[in-house]
């Protein structure tokens, strides 16, 4: 199951590169197959996988999800088509750190440019995320210390 | 509502297809870690919209090559990278926390889980 996560996740780095987003690509398949696939076993080790057979049918969850996606399809029945040059999206800010990059940033990888000097505060922010998670699998997991010690 | 419309914006289906796979197995799975791994679809698909809105046909990947081109919008693609870090944080904690209730009541399992906690309020209500 997590094998299959993680092929599902380096399939989805490669449409990625289809999409131009090199840089994504590469991260996903680093964190999407790579990193979480070592999380998911770890997790799977230290607790069990067997699954008890559904006993509640599986209708209502089908029908929920039906239902939201037929709404989510509604809701994106005005966007823009796949491809367009002039969506709403390139007109706003794109075009001004594609054309400015250059000269204010000097890197030729625009996505850098953007995420480490345009948008640097989210990248701060990011790392505070990072290490607000980390500190909480540590105190979640009592830091590796074994049993009975802090904890009840 | 012709054909061609809906040939034009085929990203949008198949996020939403995805998108409901993943919702799905959150709701109709028993396990905790599978739960989690539903997440995770849902996750990628949110992913794949915003990189598929940020493409452009005949564009290429927005690095500078001295040539004038036309390039695919790198800020879903920040965004995007932001989110993929955050993915996998929350996706950590959401494991330890399942460690963690396999510890305390030995079990992932949904349905157990939900017994178990109906026969603590039991015996809560009838110690008082």
Redesign the interface.
């Known amino acids: ?2 094998v299959l ?1 993680s092929v ?2 380096l399939l ?1 780095a490669g ?2 590169v289809a ?6 690509a590469f ?2 398949a680093a ?2 197959a790579g ?2 696939l070592v ?2 076993l ?3 080790a ?4 067997e ?2 057979p ?2 509640r049918g ?1 209708v ?3 029908l ?3 239902l ?2 037929v709404l ?2 509604y809701g ?1 029945l005005e ?1 823009p ?5 002039d ?1 709403p ?2 007109l706003h ?2 075009p001004e ?2 054309s400015k ?2 000269a204010q940033i000097g890197v ?4 850098s440019a ?2 480490a000097s345009y ?1 640097g505060f ?2 701060l ?2 790392a505070g ?2 290490f ?2 980390g500190i ?2 540590l105190l ?2 009592n830091g590796g210390l074994p049993k009975g010690k802090g904890r009840e | 509502m012709d054909k061609n ?1 809906f040939l ?6 198949a996020v ?2 995805l ?3 993943g ?2 197995v959150v ?5 905790l ?2 739960k ?2 539903g997440l ?2 849902f996750q ?1 698909s949110v ?2 919209l915003y ?15 001295g040539k004038p081109e ?9 965004l ?3 989110a ?10 959401a ?6 209730i ?1 510890e305390a009541f030995g ?3 949904e ?2 889980l939900i017994a178990i906690e109906h026969a603590i309020e039991r015996e809560s209500v009838q110690s008082q």
């Open positions: 199951m997590s996560g599902f996740s989805s449409l990625f999409m131009d987003a090199v840089d994504v991260t996903e964190v999407g990193v979480s999380f998911f770890a997790a799977l230290l607790t069990e996988h699954e008890t559904v006993t599986n209502f969850p089908l929920v999800a039906v939201t996606g989510l399809i994106l966007a088509p796949f491809g367009s040059a969506a999206a390139h800010v794109a750190y594609l990059t250059e030729p990888n625009i996505v953007v995420l948008r989210d990248t922010g990011e995320v990072i607000t998670a909480g699998v979640l997991l | 419309f034009a914006n085929y990203n949008y289906w939403v297809v998108m409901m796979s919702f799905y709701l109709s799975r028993n396990h870690i599978k989690i791994v995770n679809v990628v992913f794949l990189i598929s809105v940020g493409k452009i046909i005949g564009g290429t990947a927005p690095i500078l090559t036309l390039f695919s919008n790198p800020l879903p693609h920040v995007i990278l932001t993929i870090v955050v993915a996998i944080s929350t996706t950590a904690i494991l330890s926390l399942a460690v963690r396999h079990t992932l399992d349905a157990g």
